[in-house]
Structure formats: structure tokens, C-alpha cells
T-cell receptor
Framework: AQTIHQWPVAEIKAVGSPLSLGCTIK??????LYWYWQATGGTLQQLFY??????VESVVQLNLSASRPKDDQFILSTEKLLLSHSGFYLC?????????????FGPGTRLTVL | QQKVQQSPESLSVPEGGMASFNCTSS?????YFWWYRQHSGEGPKALM?????GDKKEGRFTAHLNKASLHVSLHIRDSQPSDSALYFC????????????FGKGTSLTVIP
């Protein structure tokens, strides 16, 4: 069975500090990977997607970057946090690009920027 | 402009009652519609998908799609307190990793 793990569970960071969030998928080779951001109680905004190792595409510009250093790992980072970065960050995977494929979400990381 | 619009914003139903959610999209490229459910503090989980006009039933859940009007709905019969959650409609075009849009969600509270 596939499992998706996100770390850390929660972070409290200062404005201007760096950030690194991680996501690991086990039990599935070469998944499509996604990062989403969700404001408290709000909709999900897709941030990045990755088809393969080393290849990441940006969907929206939020002063964040993403990398896929391994087939099963997806990293979200920034060098300088803004207040607007606060929210819930979700990693997801799917079998393919087509709309027929379900996206499987991780448990999320709650980020508070002060 | 929000490409996927949901209504109502929130909904309260008694235990055992029917909960109904609506979703309308503004992009005729959308062909694939999904309903996701998110319990507080967790990641969303897919409930069901619908790609063809008409009804699709899975247990207590029934989805309906009308592609001509770009309207999709979800109905939950015999609602349970564990159904209390945020419900999202999501839509995708035929292809394109970035073409996956979520609505703002409907918050459901099932009252015991």
C-alpha cells in the first residue's frame, strides 16, 4: 500500500526566515507529485507539480520553490518567509496527468509565520 | 475569477438527513469532476469522480453531472456526524498538470 508522509507536522517561523517542507511517498514508483497551499478553511491552490526526478513546474508565483531530488521525495522551500505564506501545505500524488486519476493527499504541514 | 464555484458555503443537516452540495464551473474545457472531503486538520480525500452526464451512485453518495450547464452536484443520504467536514468540488481539463481547480468548499455539520 502507498503511504505519503509530510514533515514537519507544524512549524512556527519568523518573517524573513528560511523554510523547508518535505514529502515522501512510499510504495509507488514514479508518481506525479504536487504541492498545494490552503488558507485556513479555504480552497486549495496548486503550487507546483513534478512528473519526474529533477523536473518541477511552477503553477503560481508565491516566492516559493520546489525540488524533487529523489523519485519519492518532494521538497518545498523559500529563503525568506512572508506573512502571506502562513497556511496549510499539502503534498499529493497521482498515477498520471489525466483527469481520471485521483489525487492522494498527505496529512499536511501547518505553517504559521509571525 | 474563480473557475469552480460552490454553494452553499455552509450547511447543517440533522443526523439521518440529506445533504446536498452544488458546483458550477466557468470553463468548458473541464471534463473531469471530483468531489473531495476534508476533515479538520487532515488532508483531503477523494469521495467520488464523475465524468459523464447523469447520476453516479456509490453507497450513500450520489453525484450528478450536467455538462451542458457545467453543473455538478453531490448528495449524501442518511448523513452521519462523521460526515461533518469540508467538501470540495474539483475540476480538470482533458490534460495538463496545472489544470486542476478546487472550489472554495462547503462546510457540512451533521447535528446528532
Amino acid at each position: 500500500a502507498q503511504t505519503i508522509h509530510q514533515w514537519p507536522v507544524a512549524e512556527i517561523k519568523a518573517v524573513g526566515s528560511p523554510l523547508s517542507l518535505g514529502c515522501t511517498i512510499k510504495g509507488k514508483s514514479s508518481p506525479n507529485l504536487y504541492w498545494y497551499w490552503q488558507a485556513t478553511g479555504g480552497t486549495l491552490q496548486q503550487l507546483f507539480y513534478s512528473i519526474t526526478v529533477g523536473q518541477v513546474e511552477s503553477v503560481v508565483q508565491l516566492n516559493l520553490s520546489a525540488s524533487r531530488p529523489k523519485d519519492d521525495q518532494f521538497i518545498l522551500s523559500t529563503e525568506k518567509l512572508l506573512l502571506s505564506h502562513s497556511g496549510f501545505y499539502l503534498c499529493a500524488w497521482s498515477l498520471g496527468d489525466w483527469g481520471v486519476y485521483e489525487q492522494y493527499f498527505g496529512p499536511g504541514t501547518r505553517l504559521t509565520v509571525l | 475569477q474563480q473557475k469552480v464555484q460552490q454553494s452553499p458555503e455552509s450547511l447543517s443537516v440533522p443526523e439521518g438527513g440529506m445533504a446536498s452540495f452544488n458546483c458550477t464551473s466557468s470553463d468548458r474545457n473541464f471534463q473531469y469532476f471530483w468531489w473531495y472531503r476534508q476533515h479538520s486538520g487532515e488532508g483531503p480525500k477523494a469521495l467520488m469522480s464523475i465524468f459523464s452526464d447523469g447520476d453516479k451512485k456509490e453507497g450513500r453518495f450520489t453525484a450528478h453531472l450536467n455538462k451542458a450547464s457545467l453543473h455538478v452536484s453531490l448528495h449524501i443520504r442518511d448523513s452521519q456526524p462523521s460526515d461533518s467536514a469540508l467538501y470540495f468540488c474539483a475540476a480538470r481539463a482533458h490534460t495538463g498538470y496545472q489544470n486542476f481547480y478546487f472550489g472554495k468548499g462547503t462546510s457540512l455539520t451533521v447535528i446528532p
